[in-house]
């Protein structure tokens, strides 16, 4: 149990959490935007960061400012929250990132872990290896050994009550992920970064991007904060926090706006080519796009940066929002329309079904059918689960609407698409009481289907009756022979229709 | 052609248009947002929603000012612009709403024409009847035949510069629709208002909405500028704009904030439910929740109104920035996914894909595959009819990736779901530059299908040999027997795969 973190409600496998950072005397809500300092360009101040955008938590570099002389003496000087003037919690990272990008850096994970712990860092981090994707397995399971011997030298340095990073690594190989979480849950390090997921969200790869945290989730305990690492672009924390992230770090916002671009949820636009300012932030409802292009070069990026903040912190509210009102999938299927590579990350996630089962709450707001991809939310599996457990006994009427004429039964159940058959006691129970299209596809039924199947073997001495509004072929075909099948459109309304 | 509308770019049957209104010497840019202004309760004043909203056009109700002493003589005195004070275009309604809800109204058409007239409207309404959903076709039918008697009415009363509404009624019918835009077009009227649309969009039946308003829409000219009269819930702006519709009324940003109701894109939320704004606009950016619990009544009503408004204007601004980018269906697509009955106005959308292709451009930005909806776009379809005119002879590979080993071909098209094949030389045209999803759905492999047959239907002589990805057996079921198929996975790399 880690006792600095504590989860007060969650959708899905997402959570809304209170991370404890005693060095900083805060406690930061998460989920949680940790917008990225570089000591030596500040694009919106720490302050402003705080006052004006809510952020709780920020991350820096302490291997920038332990090379830079300057700011080294300065951080050891008069630390690291007066030097950048932000009272929240701080992050910093180890030099990881020059490491994979350069090759070679100059300090170890117990030097780092020293400064960073001398400079008043709040949440530290050792140097692991972040192994690209697609990597040989041989070079993945070597580096994976590298970053887990750090993990070990930083449980030996004396940090305090400073917090220590636990990077989780393993390329793209979910077992390894798998194993590389177990281990670092293992030490008695408290933040959990899934690393080099950077080139993934660079190159679109959110299915292999959920497929990594599916591995590293497996490995990590449910009460495990976990930074998905690298990770600022608005568009999907909908999805990373429903496969239970906890923290995003956004350099995204100054980077794009020096870069002339526009964060949007739905991806990203270049100023140049908008006539238009999607969105009501203080900037795009003071500012004209013209406006906005005449701007002078600093003045620019910096509302731009803004916007981007804005827009990104926005999202975050929106992410949180969903989780108490328990509609986080109904975020992540509006963002999956964001992108095709979206839409694979969102199919992606649904393939991990049996796994978020096991944190999605049992009851919550209205569950929404919103696409073919909605037959496959784990709360339809779990439906389907709870059938094997439900008795149906003599001779019992499935129906979606009419009870066929003359026919007498033990008992009458209804059956509305994705979910198949339910007792009606259950109608008003989570998730029966979906809202659901009136033009209802193929894969809605064929779940459906499923779910008489599943009631249908579970109880093989049952006589069932399925009185079904037309069901496609497809749907029909997988209902078992025993189960009698008729359309309603064949029951008169006049001869005992009933309306369920 | 109807010279105060000019049609300046589009995509599907969207567009962005400018309405010249003369009496008020602006020209309105659409798809526009009218405010409704209750004359009597002022929650935002006019000249606020010209300065901070952009708001280039407003409207008020004539019979309310009509009906009441002080409000008629200060608009006989000093004029509605004064009265208001609000410099844009202002349009005024005409009693036909209060008709319908008590049943009698004292004015004829020719009376608050002229009255409209009077007090210096810039586009005025002659009294129809708002015939609600569902009613008997015979009473449509009768009601029809008033209205209609109302735009000749109208045409005969000398209102000079004034613009004037010809409303599109006919319930539920939509032949009616279709006969009753065709009669108004065909009038020297000049505006049209699809009517009592409101009922559908009350009770959540935007499949509904969408018949009605497809069917007002055949029988209008292409330059007809329409309104979609009492629409203002920003959820469905994307959809109503990709159907042809072009202005917007909204009291719901002043009913809903004096209910306690916040809206998003993606519904309506009581602020007595939020936890998190998620939203960036100046109230939301400058308020907590509780803040905005804690205002007393009207101010409270006020903030609401004015977020209301923001996140109504916000997304009008994207639907605009959408049809520049080409990309309104993708918009649709996302919106679809705010509620299953939003999905059901996507899906009946599509139901009318053959009128939405006659407008939609034939190159835009890039089409995006984000649904097994994205299957039925007009897209799809329309290069399903190019097919027929391309030609294909000898023998001709069609493939998704490989050249099967050691056979001669006399020509190799793509082949891509959902589009199906082409010729190579057309790879880099619309929409075949789509980015489609790595996880093809069933949808996407049929439509293909449907392509090759086509293709194959219309050249008996050629003899095709479709070399696939391994398709459902729902897709191959579709490809003519005379299409010979084989999987790609049975080509082996190292004999002549080919990568296309």
Not at 150 to 157: K, R, W
Not at 304 to 332: C, D, M, P, Y
Not at 446 to 466: D, H, I, S, W, Y
Request: charged residues 25%; hydrophobic residues 35%.
């Amino acid at each position: 149990m880690r006792d600095h973190f504590e989860i007060r409600d969650g959708d899905v496998a997402g959570r809304i959490g209170e991370l404890t950072v005693p060095r900083a005397g805060v406690t930061v809500e998460t989920p949680a935007l940790l917008p990225v300092i570089n000591p030596n360009i500040v694009t919106v101040s720490p302050a402003r960061l705080e006052s004006e955008f809510g952020a709780q938590i920020l991350i820096t570099n302490s291997y920038i400012i332990h090379k830079n002389d300057d700011l080294h003496e300065e951080a050891l000087d008069v630390g690291l929250h007066e030097m950048l003037d932000f009272d929240g919690a701080i992050m910093t990272d180890s030099g990881s990132f020059q490491l994979a990008e350069y090759g070679d850096i100059t300090v170890t994970t117990r030097e780092i872990l020293q400064f960073q712990y001398d400079i008043g860092t709040d949440i530290g981090t050792p140097v692991d290896i972040p192994t690209p994707p697609d990597v040989p397995r041989e070079q993945a399971e070597r580096e994976l050994a590298v970053t887990e011997e750090a993990l070990q030298d930083a449980e030996d340095v004396d940090t305090g009550e400073m917090l220590v990073n636990a990077p989780v690594q393993g390329s793209t190989y979910p077992d390894l992920r798998e194993e590389a979480g177990r281990a670092a849950y293992e030490t008695d390090l408290d933040v959990f970064p899934i690393g080099a997921v950077v080139p993934l969200m660079n190159s679109y790869r959110y299915d292999d991007m959920v497929d990594v945290v599916a591995g590293a989730k497996r490995g990590l305990g449910r009460d495990a904060p976990i930074h998905l690492f690298g990770a600022g672009h608005p568009m999907m924390f909908a999805l990373a926090v429903a496969m239970g992230c906890d923290l995003f770090d956004s350099a995204a916002y100054a980077l794009y706006a020096r870069d002339g671009r526009y964060l949007t949820v739905r991806g990203t636009e270049h100023l140049e080519d908008l006539d238009y300012l999607p969105c009501s932030c203080p900037i795009c409802t003071s500012h004209s796009p013209d406006e906005l292009r005449a701007a002078d070069e600093t003045e620019q990026e910096r509302l731009l940066a803004e916007h981007n903040l804005h827009v990104s912190f926005e999202e975050l509210h929106r992410v949180k929002q969903a989780i108490r009102s328990g509609n986080l999938l109904e975020l992540v299927e509006e963002r999956a329309r964001s992108h095709p590579a979206m839409l694979d990350g969102y199919r992606a996630l649904l393939e991990h079904t049996d796994q978020l089962e096991r944190e999605d709450p049992v009851s919550k707001g209205s569950f929404f059918y919103l696409s073919e991809e909605s037959a496959f939310r784990p709360e339809v599996r779990r439906h389907h689960d709870r059938l094997a457990r439900l008795d149906a006994t003599g001779t019992v009427l499935l129906t979606q609407g009419g009870t066929p004429k003359g026919d007498q039964f033990d008992a009458t159940w209804r059956v509305v698409p994705p979910f198949g058959p339910f007792p009606r006691a259950l109608s008003e129970t989570y998730p029966l009481t979906a809202e659901v299209p009136d033009r209802t596809d193929r894969a809605a039924y064929e779940m459906a289907a499923e779910g008489v199947a599943r009631l249908a073997a579970e109880n093989p001495e049952t006589a069932f009756v399925l009185a079904h509004d037309g069901w496609p072929e497809s749907a029909l075909e997988r209902v078992p022979d025993d189960v009698t099948t008729e359309s309603i459109h064949s029951v008169s309304p006049e001869n005992g229709e009933e309306t369920v």
